[in-house]
Structure formats: C-alpha cells, structure tokens
C-alpha cells in the first residue's frame, strides 16, 4: 500500500475524529451515530444498554452465529502487518495505482462498468469531466485494494476477511455516499435547502428511535390486522409458545390432507400474508388447501429457557391440532429459514416414534447441513460464537433488531447507504414498503434457542444421524421418507443455494429441488402475478449443487404454480369445504392475525 494511500486514510481518520470530538461537546447522539456509520461497519455490536467501558461486545450474522468486534479489528491489523511485511505488493499496487491515475488525468483510462450499480446512476457521473475521473479513480482505487490482498501470502481465511473488511471501507467511502453526489446538489437546488435540513431531522430522528441505522421504511404507514395480515381465519389453538391460525376456505371443496406453515422464530408469519396480491395464505386457499398457519410468541427474558426441544414439542401439539380438527391422519409441513429447521426437525422426530403423520415437508430457503463457506460464516469463530451465547444468556433474549443490524452490514450498499444517501443526504421520506416493514418488525430468540442454534452450527447434527435428542428421539432425516420439495433464492446472501440444496440431500423420500431467480425473502414472496419470476428444475439430483444447475432447465413464471401442481396432488381427495373454523375441541377463539403478532 502506498504511503500516499496510507496518508490520505490517516488524514480521513484525524478529520473524523476532530468531528467527533467537537460534536462530543455538543451534542454526543449525533457523535454515537457518526461514530457507528463512519466506522464503515467495524463495529455491528450487540449493545447491552448500561454496559461498562471496553466490554466486549458482538453481533450476529445469523441465528446460530456472531462475531466480535475484536476479531474485526484483528483482521484489520492483518491488513497493516501484511502491509509492512509485505511491501513488493504493496509497491507493485502503489505503482499501478499511479499509473492509472495518471492515465485518468489524462482521459486515457477506460470507462469503469457501472452496469448494475445504482449508486452512479446520475448521468452526471458519466457526462461530466470531472465526475467522470472521480468514479474512475474511485473504482481503480477500489480494485487496487482487493489486488493487493491477492498479492500477499495471506491464508486463504485471511485473505476473505480482509476483502470483506476493505470492502465495507470502500462502500463507506464511496462518492456517492458525499455531498459532491450530483443527485444530491441537485436536489438541494430543487429544494432551496430544506432538503439537507430534513436529512438532519430524519438522522436525529434515527438515532432515538432506529438505533443509529438509517430507517428502511417509512413509520406509521402500515399496521398489522389493518393492511397486513388481512386474510380471514381465526386462532383455534394457543400454547405459552405459539398461536394455530386457521384460515377460511375459499373454495367449495378442499383436498383432506391439510397444510401447517411453520415460519422461522425470528421474524413474525405475516410474511406469508401481506397483501392480498402477494399473499402464499390467499393462494393455498384459493388452491383448495386446508391451510394453517403458526405464529410464534416473542419471547421475553423470562422466557430464557425455551430451546429447540420447547419448540419442537409445542409444534407438535400444534399438529395434533390440525389434525383434530380437519380429522386427518395426515398433514403437509412447510417450513422456511429457521422455520425449516423446526420443520425438518419435528418430522425427524415423529418419525422416529414412529407411524409418523408428516405427509410431505416443504422446505424454504432452509440450511439443515451448516457446513457453509460464505461471508456470513468468515467470523464465526469458537470464541465469537460462545460470546454471543454469553451475552444472549446475560440478556435471556437476543433482540432481533441486533440481527437485522448484522444480516444488513451483509450488503451494505442495498440496505445501509442506500438509504443513507435517501433519507438524510436528499432528504426524502423512506419508502413505504410493505416487504420492508415486515423485514423490520423483528422478534426476539430466547437464550436457549439461541445457544442450541449455536451448537447445530459447531456440530452439524442433523447431518449425523442419532446426535441430536428431542423428547428422547433421535433424530435421523433419513427416516423421514416422504416427499420433500425444497426452495432455494439464486441470489440469496443468507442462506445460500448450494446450502439449501446439500441440505435437501439428508431426507429420504423422493425430492424435489427448485432454485427461484430471487434473494432470500423474494424467493418466498413469488406470486404467479410476478412476471419476471423465473426457477430451476432438475429431476437428476446430482451430489454436486453446481452440476445440478448445469443441467437444470430455466422455466419462466412462479415456482408457487409448480409447487402447487406437485403437493395438490399429494393431497388426497377432495371433500366439501367446512363451513366453520375449528372444532368442538379446538373452538375458535381471537380473528386472525391472532394476539401474538402484536407482542
């Protein structure tokens, strides 16, 4: 690394920090929340209110996983060490650099392919001179970095660490991110001002009520039972856990085997319900599917104890449930994230009693086998992960607006400095997003799912038949032999594809595999009336995920339509619709969403 780069970031440093401290003296909130986004994500903490100074503190990248701040900064120290030790490379992309900036002064150097990149889609950044060179030299600078990491001898973990590092301190210091955007001088011009004064209404707002992260939704718009979650049902069925949602026949007659959606613990189920035109409970209905839905308590620190195993039981009454009241033998699971675990999980189970009433299993966007090689997992070291358990034990809940924090800093240019640059530098409302607000609605984990997602992580055991215990079973996927359809996002940043397929593998039973063409939460979301909506099918399920894509064939449309053909006939015969919901022994009770959802 050049010492002109070092100097140029050393100078950045010594200006930050002279802001801050003149803001100390002002006003400390807005310092706290210079100080969380200009670190440029180094430190995504878990904030224990009131804790002591230099306590070390975590976030988590997914359910089961976490890392400190500390290991960050070890990487960054990786980072210099190399760039001492090293100095061939870091000479070599020091020349490179200055070459290719001579070759931009000088309007030699090629044009950067911004395709895809929203940040720059001002035409100015392309039109006018001086723009032009400053994205120019702001990609080079940004390539050069990543080079050089490929010329040390960093281990190949060192060297994905420091990418992810230099990554977020690229995307942090990126030009559009400034007052010199010309999208921003343009709207400050438009507005006469007023629009950087309601950016700092809509910062100071944040920071009393978003935890210092810019807001992804606008507030007030939407209200779960008012215009989410409208879908007509009734709760039939409540234990300290969870909540049984019936919906309402939309059709004359219904399949007999019903299905039971099992959504993941740390986001609320009305996911599965959002608007009429997007909602997966209108289509099951409107499919002639017997369709229930579980909507999962947020815990509270009291409730410290309920684990894996609670939750697992509690579903299964859950499923006794269901069958009481549609008097079937037999049931269709559908579980997603989290949820999937659960899913896979109670099947295992019951069919390790034996007799088991689990008719299909559809999984989505689910990882069973965590041997995942990803940026999620780059820091999920030993002692970060038994950190995060501490301090989730310390606290009796993870709060899931920790998570969100972590899963966020995943893609920061999407879901941080996206709406940086909206809210606070053009000053404009954030969306009203229905998606969004679901996404920001979080719940809490009780510690003990937690540290029991924690140790599916380290040990993997539902890839190893027999080591993992629920209710005294031993669980082995194997024994689960019904069909299973599972449902993996192209461009799913949380749960990869290759994951979701691997984890696909451990069922017996025949399978089915699909890969949407969306991320992680647009890949449930994928109405018929999506028409850029597109998926795989392979029947040949290759032991290679990669090989399986290779000969996968591209169908156009929603995989909801597919999945629709395959369980409808795997549902049995059809019966009269029932007129009422629930039954003498499981009456209805609260109109769905239910009162959980409000917790």
Known sequence: MSEAIIKDINERIAKLSETIKKLDNSDQAVAEQLRHILSQGLEVTNREKGEKSGAETSSVANPAMGFNRKDLWSTAGTIVKHAVVNPAASLKQAVGFSKDISQVVLGKFEEPNTKGDRRFKDPTWKENPLYRRYLQAYYIWQQRLQDWVDETDMSKED?????????????????????????????????????????????????????????????????????????????????????????KPATEKALTTPVLIIPPQINKFFVFDLTPDKSFVQFCVKSGLQTFIISWRNPLPEHRHWGLEQYILATNEAVNAVQEITASDKINLVGTCSGGITSATLAGYLAAKGDSPVNTITQLVSVLDTNIDSDITLFATDKALELVRKISEKQGVLEGKDMAKAFAWLRPNDLIWNYWVNNYLLGKEPPAFDVLYWNNDTTRLPAKLHSDFIDLYKQNPLTLPGVLKIGGQAINLKQVVCDSYAVAGINDHITLWEACYRSSQLMGGKREFILSNSGHIQSILNPPSNLKANFYTNSELSADPQLWKKGATFNKGSWWSHWQKWLCSRSGEQKPAAKELGSKQHPPMEAAPGLYVHD
Do not use: C, W
Request: no cysteine.
């Open 159 to 247: 060297s994905r660490r420091a990418k992810f590092i230099i990554s977020l301190l690229t995307d942090a210091l990126s030009p559009s991110n400034t007052l010199l955007n010309p999208e921003v001088i343009k709207r400050v011009f438009e507005t006469g001002g007023t629009s950087l004064e309601k950016g700092l209404v809509h910062l100071l707002e944040d920071i009393k009520t978003n935890g210092g992260m810019p807001s992804q939704v606008k507030q007030g718009v939407f209200k779960v039972g008012d215009n989410l979650g409208l879908s007509e049902g009734s709760v039939v069925f409540r234990n300290e856990i969870l909540e049984l949602i019936q919906y």
